[in-house]
């Protein structure tokens, strides 16, 4: 089989995998809980699976996002813990919603409040918008973070994408990779 092989994954295709879990995440609409999705090779999945190659191009997207079941009720930190993937996975994406604070917020989140009190401070700022974070991560430690900020009558929907946009939740995740 010709193309991107199964030891290669172009650096441009991890972002692009980020932007296209966001979008099939954003099928479903708002509201949603967290959802995880292992990212193998397409070439692999294909011989794997011949019956797909009419709906997968490896070249053009050598990884292909697969969602997994729900994540437990646990809080996502220790979820995350307890997940260790085959080989076969060349890496992971999670797909969460979130509230984002301005940066002027910051100063007032005190490192003495506890989980459940900054998150009852942001759910209830009023400058705070709803947003929805895609975080992807590969074997080799590579990341890409795709940000959708929920749009509202006077704010438009913004999308911005940065590797570095979590870095404890891809930590996290490239934790979940690790043999």
Do not use: Y
Request: charged share 25%; net charge negative; with cysteine.
């Amino acid at each position: 089989m010709s193309g991107v092989s199964a030891s290669e994954t172009p650096p441009v295709a991890l972002p692009a995998v980020a932007r296209e879990v966001e979008e099939f995440v954003s099928t479903a609409g708002w509201d949603q809980g967290p959802q995880l999705f292992a990212l193998v090779p397409t070439a692999d999945l294909l011989i794997q699976q011949p019956e797909l190659a009419g709906q997968l191009d490896p070249v053009a997207s050598p990884l292909t996002p697969i969602a997994q079941d729900a994540l437990p009720s646990a809080e996502l930190d220790e979820a995350l813990a307890g997940i260790a993937w085959p080989d076969a996975v060349r890496g992971c994406a999670l797909a969460q919603e979130i509230v984002v604070l301005p940066p002027d917020a910051e100063p007032e989140l005190s490192e003495d409040l506890d989980d459940e009190a900054a998150r009852q401070f942001a759910a209830e700022h009023p400058q705070r918008r709803e947003a929805r974070l895609v975080a992807a991560v590969l074997r080799d430690g590579s990341a890409a973070c795709v940000l959708r900020l929920r749009g509202t009558a006077e704010v438009p929907e913004e999308v911005v994408e940065h590797p570095e946009l979590a870095p404890n939740l891809t930590n996290a995740l490239l934790e979940t990779l690790k043999p």
